[in-house]
Structure formats: C-alpha cells, structure tokens
C-alpha cells in the first residue's frame, strides 16, 4: 500500500515528515477533501479542531487515485548571516562558493576573491526533509534507497549553480555534518548508523566539480571540511576554524544547540569534543505547539503579571513555537514561579497558555528538560574535567536569537559565565568562509590532529550529572 | 512502618542522599534488608510508577526517584544474601545492537522493578544472539527490546526469529521512539507498549497468565 506521504516523497513535494512516515512524530499534516476516517495513531497528534476542519497525518492513510490533498507545512526562516575576521589582505581574481549543507537548511553563498564581499545569497530547506527530519532517518532511508538523497540535493545544489553562471567560481567549500558530507559526495553511509559509528571518509575531500555536478559546462575544485567523530562532524571542525579555537591561548568552548549537542573545549594545544543526544526538542520536535523556525513561530515570552508579550517570525500571525521561542517561554515561567524546579507547574493546571490556541503542557517542559539535562552534564564534566573558560560560544540554528540570561536561568550554564557566553552566527558557513579565502587546508588537519572525541557516559558520575541537571 | 514509610516519601521525592541515610538507620535499628528493599524502595518506585502512568508525574521525577532508589540500594547491598528472591518472574531487557541509548530502556527497567519483576539488564548494543543465550541461561519469562534509532530496529525481527527458531517459552516485547503497533505486529513480536508503564503493566499480565 502506498500513503499520501509515499506519493508526496515521489514527487518531491515538500512536507515536513520528521519521522519518515514511522507515525510518531504527527508533523506530516495535510488538508483533505475526501472523509477519512481518524486512525489511532494520529488522533494522538491532532486536535478535534484539526479533525474537523480535515486535518490529516499523511503518512496514516492509503493514496488513493484523484484524491485532493493540501500541504500545511511551510518553508523555513534561514539563518544566514556570518562573522568572522578581517582577511582584507587576501586579493586574488575572480569568485568562490561557499555552501553549508545543513540537515534542514541549506545555504549558498557567492563570495568575492578580491575583496571578500558577499555577492549573492541562496537559501532553501534541504530538499532530503521529505525523507526524514533528522540524520538518523536520512540514514535509514538512503540504506533502501541508495543515491536518492544525493540527487535530490545536487539538483538543487546544480541548478542554483547554472543560474549564476555568471559569477564564474574557482572554488567551492562545503562544510557539514558526516551525513551531509557524505551524501554529497554520494558515498554509502550505513556504517554511520550503527555502532561503531565508523565515518567512510574522515579527511578532507578534493574533487573536481565535474565529479559532482554532471551538467555544468565550467568546472571548478570542490573541498569538504574533515570530521573529528561520527557525530562531530565538518560543521564543527569549520566552527573551530571560524572561532580560531585552535589558535587561542585561553581555554574556549563551543556549543551547538542542537539535537547532537556537540561541544568543544580547547585551545592551540589541544581541543576536546564530545556529542551529547540532546534530541530534537530544541528544534521543536515532540511538543505539542512545536515547530521549525518558520514565519509566525513565537521566538521569545515575556510574562508581566497577567499579561503576556510575544515576538514570532517576520511579526506574523503566532502559529507554533520553535527552539529559541521554547527556552524563552521555559526560562520565563521560571522566572516567574509558574513551574517549580522541577518542571511541574505550581499550580493545578496541565496547559499554560500563550495565546487561546498555542501552550505549553508538562509533558513538553519534560521533553524540553531532558535535552537540557543532556548538554548541562556535557557542559559541566568538560568543565570540570577542563577548568575555566575565557569564552562560551552559543551556535546551532537558533543560537543566534537566544538570550545568555534564559540559558543561565534554566542553569545549562553555570551563573559565573554569564558576561563570557556570546551567540555566534553561522560558525560552519564562517569556517567556510575562511577556508575558501585562505585555503589553509594544513590547518584543518592540525585541527582534526589536536581534537580528541570523549565519550560522556563513559565518564564517572556522568549519570548523576544527568539527574543533576534535570533541575531548574 | 513508619521508618519505611518515610523512606518511601523520600524516594518519591528523589532526595537521594536522605534515602541513604534512612535506610541505614532502618538497617541499624534492626530491619530485614529485604523487607526495606520490598516494603520501601521497591514499594516507593511502585508508587511513582503508578503515578508515573496517570500523568501525574513525568520522566524527570521517575529518573530522580530511581536515582534516589540506587543510592538506597547501595546501602542495602552487603545486607542483602542471594538467597534467591522468590520474584515474580524474569525479564531479560536490552538496547538492541548498534544503538546505544538507554533512557527509555532504564526507565522500563525502573518499572518493572517496582512490580517485583527480576530484571536482568544487558545494557546497550546487545546482539539477537545474547538476548537468545542470557534468556536460556536464566529461563527468562520475558525479552524485553528497546531501540531508538531506526537504522537499528531490524535486529529486533531477528531476536523474533532466533526465538521461534529455537522454540523458547518467552514472550518478546518491544518499544522505543521509532517502535509501533505496526511494526511489532509485521515482525511478529508478542507486545507493543507506548511507555514504560504500560510495559510494566503488560509484562506483570503476562507473568500472572503464565502462572494460570
């Protein structure tokens, strides 16, 4: 039997499908027209509003020939903006690419040689989403469907190319996860699925363009950041690169807020990494309201007796929350004594409100607080196994939006490095960024040479930093 | 008791440190090990199980009350003789091969345990092959899979295979995010459950059918 998702995925539509069509994560929402029946799986997931109005979960229903369905799902908000140091002093002719293949968003960046600047932008939502929101189901589905994933991405990768031609690139820099960076070189990553998470290709990766992109008339080279573990991948080791990690004296630390939760510590000696399963509620998955960083999802709460200030996406119409909207609103309703230390509210109610329509439950704040847990015991055995930092850098999708005081407040850091923790923007497109101006490839494998990858759970008292760090 | 009654609100608390100390007084003023392991951090956990169900409480009170329950357990250790615990039955439990996540899994041994099930617990990344040999080897009830990823659900269809292969008297029982009602009835496991209570809940059914 074929599902609506199944057809959706044929034709490339796009639909937010988190959990590929395992029925589990009730993301995959379409309208109909014809009268299906609810199936107890997705009446887990929607509300009687939703049923009424012909709300349906795509992966729960046979496609039938001429049926009539509608996409809920909308693009997302991309962050693109980058930082990094003056490299006024590189001249040389002509433009580069630079590209971060992020697992829901990708972004394209023509940049030029001579003097640095940004010429053109591209962003869009990673064409392989439709199979799956996270890397663990790109994974799954490229093992039965070899080659799918890298086509769906290089179409798009190519024709962006062809449609600025003109821009004449020498070189391209592609930073991303293991999984990113092997599926764009179209290289089988099953053994990323499974202990013990071998990487296929942990060096840096030189090919021609040609290789790659098989319509483009000019050719150019095309070079991948390396990987420091399965799960600290290109995008970290770009990261360090941007935030030159391995060039400082003082100790520093990297954090990406994220569903691997990657964290770095290090200096020039040597840098120490570590991922942390944090799951994917800091992206909004598996909260009732949750969402992706789309127009209209609430990114801070402010709480002033009984009433309440929100800010969403492009100033639209308050639809969902997303990751930074999430640690406002819980950092807030601590604040403000609605939930306890534990995470329960103080008072006898199982929803709190934002607007009539969007709210946050205690099993949320659950989902929420073990995500949490995970990168605060991350965070404090790097730190005590380390010492002091001189500096906390904050990255991940939303890393940018967040406040340092929320993150204090839920005590993922400890209160001492609140003037020392900054967000950093696009630290992977950054790393990119550098390396295609200075083409200092030696230094990345300095980088991947001084890093060492830890296991957390193998760290004594790992498991009470969890329970610890379940508190507020 | 009302030492064993304190210990058991303390539990249920998660303050780990105060179970500790209790059940060594209970110890000292004379109490059975195994009447405080049973009558309060057995019967304790049991509470915040059922609660656990009902929504009334949520996984970070569970993985606190457990931790509390361990540090007590501690104590309770040199006191307790392998005189062997008449339980109610044994479950082999384990993340299946290639995965190494072990909340969910914990959890479902948490609850398990407060319904007086014996537990054997082979932690992560455990193969068909292992869950087949340890379940013999202990005359296990029950076989208990968790998975996470989806890349590693398929090693639970060959832990169904190797049991029917091997004709053993064991009910298998599987779940986990990516696990549904669909997939344990495509690879012909006995038991789906949503959560670790219902787990609890199912396992303790079958237990008492088995006894009939």
């Known amino acids: 039997m074929k599902t609506i998702l199944d057809i959706i995925q044929a034709k490339k539509e796009k639909l937010y499908a988190t959990c590929n069509g395992h029925k589990t994560c009730g993301k995959c929402k379409i309208k109909v027209l014809e009268n299906l029946s609810i199936t107890q799986e997705e009446s887990r997931f929607l509300t009687q509003k939703e049923i009424d109005e012909g709300v349906r979960l795509a992966c729960c229903h046979e496609y039938l020939p001429d049926m009539h369905y509608e996409i809920l799902n909308q693009d997302m908000d991309i962050l693109e903006d980058i930082s990094v140091d003056d490299l006024s002093d590189l001249k040389e002719e002509g433009n580069g690419l630079i590209v971060d293949i992020g697992t829901t968003t990708v972004v394209m960046k023509w940049i030029s040689l001579i003097n640095g600047e940004s010429l053109k932008t591209v962003s869009f939502r990673n064409p392989q989403a439709v199979y799956g929101g996270d890397v663990i189901s790109r994974i799954d589905y490229s093992s039965s469907h070899p080659h799918v994933l890298n086509q769906v991405l290089i179409e798009q990768l190519e024709r962006n190319i062809q449609e600025n031609i003109d821009f004449n690139i020498k070189r391209m820099i592609v930073c991303g996860n293991t999984v990113m960076t092997h599926l764009f070189i179209d290289c089988d990553i099953s053994s990323l699925g499974h202990v013990p998470f071998d990487i296929p290709i942990p060096s840096t990766v030189h090919i021609n363009s040609s290789q790659i992109f098989k319509t483009l008339t000019k050719t150019f080279d095309i070079l991948t950041f390396p990987h420091i573990a399965a799960f600290v991948g290109g995008d970290i080791t770009s990261g360090i690169l941007a935030l030159n990690i391995d060039q400082s004296i003082d100790d520093k630390m990297l954090v990406d807020l994220g569903t691997n939760g990657e964290i770095v510590v290090g200096n020039k000696e040597k840098i120490i990494t570590t991922s942390t399963a944090a799951g994917p509620a800091f992206e909004g998955v598996g909260i009732a309201c949750g969402g992706p960083s789309i127009p209209g999802a609430i990114t801070e709460v402010k709480i002033n007796d009984r009433h309440i200030e929100y800010k969403t996406i492009a100033n639209q119409t308050a639809q969902s929350i997303c990751g930074s909207g999430l640690i406002s609103l819980i950092a807030e309703l601590r604040r403000k004594d609605i939930i306890d230390d534990m995470g329960r509210f103080t008072s006898p109610i199982d929803k709190w409100n934002i607007t009539e329509n969007i709210y946050i439950t205690r099993k949320d704040i659950q989902s929420f607080q073990l995500a949490k847990a995970a990168i605060q015991a991350g965070v404090t055995s790097l730190l005590q196994e380390n010492g002091e930092v001189s500096e906390i850098y904050i990255s991940g999708g939303f890393g940018a939006h967040v406040h340092i005081e929320d993150l204090i407040e839920l005590k993922i850091f400890p209160e001492q490095y609140l003037e020392k923790i900054k967000n950093v923007k696009n630290s992977a497109l950054s790393g990119a960024y550098v390396l295609l101006r200075t083409q200092d490839d030696k230094r990345l494998d300095q980088i991947i040479d001084k890093s060492q990858n830890i296991n957390l759970a193998s760290y004594p008292d790992f498991d009470d930093l969890l329970v610890e760090g379940l508190y507020f | ?212």
Not at chain 2, 26 to 40: H, M, P, Y
Not at chain 2, 51 to 56: N, P, R
Not at chain 2, 72 to 97: F, M
Not at chain 2, 178 to 203: K, L, R, W
């Open chain 2, 1 to 212: 008791m009302e030492k064993l009654n304190e210990i058991s609100e303390l539990l249920q608390k998660g303050r780990a440190k105060n179970v500790a100390i209790l059940v060594q007084e209970a110890l000292d003023e004379g109490i059975d090990a195994k009447v405080i392991l049973s009558d309060a951090l057995l019967a304790g956990m049991g509470i915040v199980g059922e609660k656990f169900k009902k929504e009334e409480v949520f996984v970070p009170e569970v993985l606190i009350a457990a931790r509390a329950m361990n540090k007590g357990v501690e104590v309770l250790k040199p006191y307790l003789q392998d005189s062997d615990s008449q339980g109610k039955g044994k479950a082999i439990l384990g993340t299946v091969k290639g995965d190494l996540h072990d909340i969910g899994k914990n959890l479902v041994k948490i609850m398990l345990e407060g319904k007086g099930i014996e537990v054997i617990d082979l932690g992560t990344d455990v193969s068909a092959e292992t869950f087949i040999e340890e379940a013999k080897k202990n005359n296990a009830d029950i076989i208990c899979c968790s998975a996470l990823l989806t890349t590693t659900m398929p090693e639970m269809k060959r832990v169904v295979e190797l049991v029917k292969s091997e004709n053993l008297d064991v009910k298998i029982m599987i779940g986990g995010a990516p696990v549904n009602q669909d997939f344990c009835d495509e690879i012909g496991a006995d038991y789906y459950t949503d959560d670790a209570a219902s787990a609890a809940d199912v396992a303790k059914s079958i237990l008492e059918e088995a006894k009939c």
